[in-house]
C-alpha cells in the first residue's frame, strides 16, 4: 500500500464543556493537522494524489476552523471540539471529498491533530 500525508495548521480558540480543567475557559491553539491516505494504486503520473490536491481538500476545512473560536462554528456548537473530534472531523470532511474525486481509489487513512507539540489525537476508520 502507499501512503501520503500533508500537514496543515491553523490557530483558533476554543473551550471544552463538561470538563473540569485548564481547558474548560476560552484559549487558542496553533493547532496542526495531518491528514494520510491509503491506496494500492498510483495514478499515470505514478502518484497516490498529488500533495497539492491533498492540500485544496483540507484547505476549505482549515479555513473555517482559523482565527475562529471554533464553539461558535457548527458542529462545534454541539459538539465539543475536543482534539478527538476535530480529527474526526477533519476525516469526514477530506473523506467525502476524496472519494469524488478518486471514485473510491484513495481513502483517507487517519487523521492526528495536535494541540500542543506534545499533544494529539486520531481518527481512523
Ligand atoms: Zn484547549
Given at each position: 500500500?502507499y501512503?501520503?500525508?500533508v500537514?496543515a495548521?491553523?490557530?483558533?480558540?476554543?473551550?471544552l464543556?463538561n470538563?473540569?480543567g485548564k481547558?474548560e475557559?476560552?484559549?487558542?491553539h496553533n493547532?496542526k493537522?495531518?491528514?494520510?491516505?491509503?491506496?494500492?494504486?498510483l495514478d499515470?503520473?505514478?502518484l497516490?494524489?498529488?500533495?497539492k490536491?491533498?492540500k485544496?481538500?483540507?484547505?476549505?476545512?482549515?479555513?473555517?476552523?482559523?482565527?475562529?473560536m471554533?464553539?461558535?462554528l457548527?458542529p462545534?456548537?454541539?459538539?465539543?471540539p475536543?482534539a478527538?473530534?476535530l480529527?474526526?472531523?477533519f476525516f469526514?470532511?477530506?473523506?467525502t471529498?476524496?472519494?469524488?474525486?478518486?471514485?473510491?481509489?484513495v481513502?483517507?487513512?487517519?487523521?492526528?491533530?495536535?494541540?500542543?507539540?506534545?499533544?494529539?489525537?486520531?481518527?481512523?476508520?
Amino acid at each position: 500500500m502507499y501512503e501520503v500525508t500533508v500537514e496543515a495548521g491553523f490557530s483558533s480558540g476554543h473551550y471544552l464543556r463538561n470538563y473540569r480543567g485548564k481547558c474548560e475557559n476560552p484559549h487558542g491553539h496553533n493547532y496542526k493537522v495531518f491528514v494520510t491516505l491509503v491506496g494500492a494504486e498510483l495514478d499515470e503520473a505514478g502518484l497516490l494524489l498529488d500533495f497539492k490536491l491533498l492540500k485544496q481538500v483540507m484547505r476549505p476545512v482549515v479555513d473555517y476552523l482559523d482565527h475562529q473560536m471554533i464553539n461558535d462554528l457548527k458542529p462545534f456548537d454541539q459538539v465539543n471540539p475536543s482534539a478527538e473530534n476535530l480529527a474526526k472531523y477533519f476525516f469526514d470532511n477530506t473523506a467525502t471529498q476524496l472519494d469524488e474525486m478518486t471514485h473510491g481509489r484513495v481513502k483517507v487513512k487517519d487523521c492526528t491533530l495536535y494541540e500542543t507539540d506534545s499533544s494529539f489525537a486520531r481518527y481512523y476508520e
